[in-house]
C-alpha cells in the first residue's frame, strides 16, 4: 500500500514537472519551495481521504484485490451504516470471507448479507455487506477486516486486510447554547366526545324501546290493536241511500205482500238520507216536524214538494192502513230515486246514480206487476176504510 502511495507522489511530481509547476532546484526561490511542499501536503491528504473511504488492497501481481466501503461516514446515534467488503480475484485463487463475528470495534453488527459470487470481466467478484450501528458519540474506526486466500494450486494460506475507516457519531440533542426558554404551559388533552355522543344515542334507542314495549304490552291486555285502524272518511249520504234503494227494490217485500214493511223501510232510507243531508233529526221527528226543518235549509220549493208528497204517501200505507197498487208503489220509488237525484251534493260523483236509479225502477216495475195481481183479490171495501183512516189521522194531528 505504501508503496502504491509513492508511486502515484512520484507520477504527480513527473507530470507537475513537465507542465513547468516545478523548476530547476537551481532556479527555484524560497517561495516556490513553499509552493511545492503546500501541493504535497494537499495533493496527501486528498489521497489519504480517498483510500479512507474506498480503501482498496491488491497483491500477488493483481490475482487478487480487496476494498472496504461504508455508505456514509457521518452518522446520529442509532443510525445504520452498510458496512461493504468486496474481493475481486482470478478463478485460481480461492478466497475465505470474514464471518458474522468479526470484530468490528466499537459497532455492534445488525445484520449480515453474504452475497454469491459473481463474475465480471474474466473476474470473480465476492461481497459481504455488514449493517452496523453504535450508540455512543465521538470519533470511531472501523478497524481493517482480515481475509483469508490461497493460489491454487498451491495451498499456502495468506492474509490480506482492509484499510480502517473513520466514523464520526454525532448526538441527537439539541445545541445546549442559548438563552434559557420560557416554561411552556401543561399541555391539554382534548376532550373526547365520542363516548358522550355513543352513550347518548344508546341511551335515547333504550327509552324509545321502553315506552314501545310498555305500549304494546298495553294494547295487547286491552284487547286492542297495536297499531291504530284506518278510518275511512264517511260516506256521502246520496251514495248510502242508493245502495239502501237498491236493496230495498231487491228485498222481496211486495212479491210476499209486506207492503206495509216496503213502505216503512223506504219512508226509513229518505229520513236517514235527509239526516245526512240536511242535518236534521228525521228519524226522531213527526213528518210534519220533519217538513218544519226542512224549510229552514236551502232545499228549493220545488224539491221541497217531493219531500211532501213522498213522506205524506207512505204515512197513508203506514198510518192509515192504506193499500196502494202497483202503480203506486212505481211512484213512491220514483220519488225517493228523484229526491235523492236533485238534492244530493253537486261536487258528488253521480256516475252510478242513473244505473241505480234505472235498475230499482226496473225492480219496481216488476213489484208493481205483482202487486196489481193481489189488488184484484181486495174488495172495493178495503180502500174506503184505509180512506176513514186517513181522514181519523189527519184529526188526530
Excluded at 41 to 62: E, H, I, K, M, N
Excluded at 145 to 153: A, F, S
Amino acid at each position: 500500500m505504501k508503496n502504491q502511495t509513492m508511486n502515484i507522489l512520484n507520477n504527480t511530481h513527473q507530470q507537475a514537472g513537465h507542465a513547468k509547476f516545478f523548476r530547476p532546484v537551481e532556479d527555484r526561490s524560497e517561495f516556490y519551495l513553499f509552493g511545492i511542499l503546500l501541493q504535497r501536503a494537499a495533493l496527501f491528504l486528498l489521497l489519504c481521504t480517498f483510500l479512507s473511504l474506498y480503501p482498496q488492497v491488491s497483491t500477488a501481481q493483481g490475482k487478487i484485490s480487496l476494498s472496504a466501503s461504508v455508505d456514509r461516514a457521518t452518522i446520529t446515534i442509532g443510525d445504520l451504516i452498510t458496512y461493504t467488503v468486496t474481493v475481486i480475484h482470478d478463478k485460481d485463487v480461492r478466497v475465505f470471507m470474514p464471518s458474522l463475528g468479526e470484530n468490528l470495534g466499537g459497532f455492534e453488527i445488525r445484520d449480515y448479507t453474504d452475497h454469491e459470487p459473481r463474475e465480471e470481466d474474466g473476474k470473480i467478484i465476492k461481497q459481504v455487506d455488514y449493517i452496523i450501528s453504535t450508540f455512543d458519540v465521538g470519533d470511531f474506526e472501523i478497524p481493517p477486516v482480515e481475509i483469508g486466500y490461497m493460489i491454487l494450486p498451491d495451498s499456502t494460506r495468506e492474509t490480506l486486510k482492509t484499510e480502517s475507516i473513520k466514523i464520526v457519531v454525532e448526538s441527537v440533542k439539541p445545541s445546549e447554547d442559548g438563552d434559557i426558554r420560557e416554561i411552556k404551559p401543561p399541555w391539554e388533552i382534548p376532550y373526547n366526545w365520542k363516548p358522550v355522543i355513543v352513550g347518548s344515542i344508546i341511551a335515547l334507542f333504550a327509552i324509545l324501546f321502553i315506552i314501545a314495549l310498555i305500549y304494546v304490552i298495553r294494547k295487547r291486555r286491552r284487547g286492542e290493536p297495536i297499531l291504530p285502524k284506518k278510518i275511512e272518511p264517511p260516506r256521502p249520504p246520496h251514495e248510502i241511500a242508493y245502495e239502501e234503494l237498491k236493496r230495498l227494490a231487491d228485498s222481496g217485500f211486495l212479491q210476499n205482500g209486506e207492503i206495509k214493511q216496503y213502505y216503512s223501510e223506504i219512508s226509513d232510507i229518505i229520513r236517514q238520507y235527509i239526516e245526512g243531508r240536511y242535518q236534521i233529526i228525521a228519524m226522531e221527528l213527526t213528518t210534519t216536524e220533519v217538513l218544519d226543518q226542512l224549510k229552514t235549509t236551502d232545499v228549493a220549493d220545488e224539491h221541497f214538494d217531493l219531500f211532501v208528497r213522498f213522506l205524506e204517501a207512505c204515512d197513508l200505507v203506514k198510518f192509515a192502513k192504506y193499500v196502494p197498487g202497483k202503480k203506486e208503489h212505481d211512484e213512491i220509488m220514483r220519488l225517493a230515486v228523484e229526491i235523492v237525484d236533485v238534492t244530493k251534493w253537486t261536487d258528488s260523483v253521480a256516475g252510478e246514480t242513473s244505473i241505480a236509479a234505472g235498475e230499482e225502477k226496473a225492480s219496481d216495475s216488476e213489484i208493481l206487476v205483482e202487486t196489481e195481481e193481489n189488488e184484484e183479490s181486495h174488495p172495493e171495501s178495503v180502500t174506503e176504510e184505509c180512506s176513514d183512516n186517513v181522514k181519523n189521522k189527519d184529526e188526530q194531528d
